[in-house]
Structures are given as C-alpha cells and as structure tokens.
C-alpha cells in the first residue's frame, strides 16, 4: 500500500487545512473544513476530488465549509458522536474506540475532549499519523472551553502513549506563542531552548511549524512534561499532582 500523500495550506488567519490523498482509490479526505476557498484551490491544484470530512469538533472555524464542500463533491462527512447535532452535514458518527477505514487504511477515532466536550482525533495507526486539531499543538494544548484541565490531562495521557514516531498534525499556527510560552515556564529544558529558536527562524521565514512528533512533543511541551522534577520545582508545584500541574500551565498560558 502506498503511502498517503499530505497536503498543508492555511485557512482563515491562523487554521491550518489539510488533505489526505490516496493514489490507487483517488479518495480525498480532508481534515475538518475550515473555509472553502482554500480547500478548493488546494485540490484544484493537485488534481483531487474530495471524497470524505473527517470532522474533529463543532467550532465554527472547523466546520464552516462543510456543507457547501458537501453539495459540491457530494464528500461523506464524519464527525464526533457526541457532538452530532452541532455538525453539519454530518453522515456517520464516530466514538471513542471505533476503527474504520479510508481507502484501505486503518483509522482509529480516539475521544479528547477538554477544548471542547466531544473532541475527537483521528489516528491511522499503520500510516503512523495523528490528527489532533485543537487537542494537542506543538508545544501546546487546546483553550479549555467545555471540559476542565483534568479532562484534557486524561486526553492527553491517550496522546502520549502513542509511538514516539507518530507524525501530528494540529489545527492552527499557534506553535511560536506556544514556545515563547512554555520557556517560561520550562526554563531549564535544552531541547524546548533549541526548538524555540528554531521555530522562531521558520516563521522569521514564512514556514509553517507543521507537523510534530509525539516524540517531539514528549520533550519540549510542558503539557506533557507535567512530572519533571524541574518543570514542577520552577511552578512550585512539587508536590501537586499531574492534573493540578497541568491545569496551572493552561492557566498561565490563558492570562498570558
């Protein structure tokens, strides 16, 4: 089986669109619909027709172009189970735990919720590929709308226990605030220190900071550094819990 072909572009200001493609069925999918132009410029460009939505959750900036994508290609569109009704043109639910396929490749719906209630991310386990959108950012996490911190640090814990090799893609261009942040409050990790001034340079040169590793993610974002003796001693959390760690970062990020 060949691999799927992946294709990034920006939507809106900050969202990130992209595309999966596979070459021997010609099926198309793209990961949520943040604006219509855009996706339509991009398959346009590569010569593909968009089959499926696979929907992460009902924010507007992720849902906005699915109905008119919809009439256009006629794509069958798939979102989270427990946000149905807040998705539209939504044709299969998908749940914590259920596997299907797309285009002869496994895809396994993992439930995240924090960002928002119902928050899924798409993982194609044998193509070593995670869709988190607004669940997990490089060096970052997802604003805490609907669920409290404990419940982003339990959908985390999935994330992290992935393989280290699994590339991740997310859903905005948030990662050089999401590295200036975290220095702050990580100050004494060389690889975060490193991987700041690298992003720093790729926007410097209008580069995207997409994709990341889980591996990557396991060493330089706090989020999931939340039991580092020196990233707990900086907080002055040394004896808190990973949930209560985790919930302080997120706040000090929101009154950043």
Same mark, same amino acid.
């Given at each position: 089986? *060949? ?23 010609? =099926? ?15 398959? &346009? ?5 968009? $089959?499926?939505?696979? $929907?992460? !959750?009902?924010?507007?900036? /992720?849902?906005?172009?699915?109905? #008119?994508? *919809? ?22 639910? #998908? =749940? ?8 002869? !490749? ?12 119902? /928050?899924?991310?798409?993982? %194609? ?5 995670? %869709? ?17 911190? =404990? ?6 814990? *999935? ?5 280290? &090799? ?5 859903? /905005?261009?948030?990662?050089?605030? &999401? ?10 990790? #060389?690889?975060? +220190?490193?991987? =700041?001034?690298?992003?720093? +340079? ?10 990341? $590793?889980?591996?990557?993610? *396991? ?13 707990? #001693? !900086? ?22």
């Amino acid at each position: 089986m *060949k691999p799927l072909e992946i294709e990034v572009f920006l939507c809106r200001s900050d969202n990130f669109g992209v595309l999966l493609h596979d070459s021997e069925t010609g =099926a198309t999918v793209s990961i949520d619909a943040p604006e219509e132009a855009p996706i339509i410029d991009a398959l &346009n460009r590569r010569g593909w027709t968009l $089959t499926d939505i696979f $929907t992460t !959750h009902h924010h507007q900036d /992720h849902v906005e172009a699915n109905l #008119a994508l *919809k009439e256009k290609y006629g794509c069958e569109i798939r979102g989270p189970h427990d946000e149905a009704i807040a998705i539209p043109g939504l044709d299969r639910s #998908a =749940a914590d735990g259920d596997e299907f396929e797309f285009a002869g !490749h496994r895809v396994q719906v993992i439930s995240t919720p924090g960002h928002t209630a119902g /928050h899924i991310c798409y993982y %194609f386990p044998d193509d070593a590929l995670l %869709f988190a959108a607004d669940t997990l950012f490089a060096m970052g996490c997802g604003r805490l709308f609907e669920r409290p911190a =404990a419940d982003m640090w339990h959908s985390f814990q *999935k994330l992290m226990a992935l393989p280290d &090799n699994v590339t991740v893609y997310f859903g /905005h261009e948030y990662t050089l605030s &999401n590295a200036r942040f975290a220095v702050t409050v990580d100050p004494q990790n #060389a690889a975060l +220190a490193q991987r =700041a001034s690298e992003v720093e +340079a790729l926007r410097n040169d209008g580069k995207f900071t997409i994709p990341t $590793t889980i591996g990557a993610e *396991k060493q330089t974002n706090p989020y999931m550094r939340v039991a580092d003796e020196a990233l707990r #001693a !900086h907080l002055g959390m040394k004896d808190a819990n990973d949930a209560e760690v985790f919930a302080e970062i997120r706040t000090r990020k929101d009154n950043v």
